[in-house]
């Protein structure tokens, strides 16, 4: 079975302070692709990053830095120097890939709030 | 961005009534999604579809049926609302070529069945 666990609900943060939003995922398939994707107050879904099973390195991208660990099933998301405007919630996602499209398994979510 | 949108974004419904939701993209993808999102649940998959007149079911597929007639419109109905079925709706889309296997979500829709 897959499943992704964002055990981190809710986060607060005062601006310009580093966080961490944590993912663990659960899969048997040896080929398996990991996501972030931020969600705003107004609603949409914003594609920030994926990650392919064999590429363990990690990534930064101005602010935003990603550390995957398959030893521990793990893809964290770290936020450097936050902003207000980081503020939203964050999902995680595990896809597969079955004979017929892509399957996606999203985590709950974790909200992150960033006080001035 | 991704040329998906969604239509109605809201909609305030009976318990009992035929709803369809539309889901129209413009990137010619094959691959297109449904999902519903609920606090403490994160997004489910509702149905896919891999191609016109391809579709197959997701995680919560019960009370929901999904039509694809042209590559860029992927209709969700829902037969008899319920109120359970209270709930933002996402459509995504894919285009299924290596390494690109990234979702791109539309606007969702915003569905209350009272």
């Known amino acids: 079975a897959q499943k992704v666990t964002q055990a981190q609900t809710e986060i607060s943060v005062v601006e310009k302070e580093d966080v961490t939003l944590d993912c663990v995922y659960e899969?048997?398939?040896?080929?398996?692709?990991l996501f972030w994707y931020k969600q705003p107050p107004s609603g949409e879904l914003v594609f920030l990053i994926r990650r392919n099973s064999f590429d363990e390195q990690n990534e930064i991208s101005g602010r935003y830095s990603w550390n995957f660990q398959k030893s521990t099933s793990s893809f964290n998301f770290t936020i450097t120097a936050s902003q207000v405007v980081d503020s939203a919630v964050y999902f995680c996602a595990l896809g597969r890939r079955p004979n017929t499209g892509n399957q996606f398994y999203f985590g709950t979510g974790t909200s992150l709030t960033v006080i001035p | 961005d991704a040329g998906i949108t969604q239509s109605p974004r809201h909609k305030v419904t009976e318990t009992g009534t035929p709803v369809t939701l539309r889901c129209h993209q413009t990137?010619?993808?094959?691959?297109m999604y449904w999902y519903r999102q609920d606090p403490g649940h994160g997004l489910r998959l509702i149905h896919y579809?891999?191609?016109?007149?391809?579709?197959d079911k997701g995680e919560v597929s019960d009370g929901y049926s999904v039509s694809r007639s042209k590559t860029e419109d992927f209709l969700l109905t829902l037969e008899s609302a319920t109120s359970s079925q209270t709930s933002v709706y996402f459509c995504a889309i894919s285009e299924r070529t290596i390494p690109s296997d990234t979702q791109y979500f539309g606007p969702g829709t915003r569905l209350t069945v009272l």
């Open positions: 990137e010619n993808h094959r691959y």
């Open positions: 899969t048997r398939d040896t080929t398996y692709y």
């Open positions: 579809s891999y191609g016109v007149k391809d579709t």
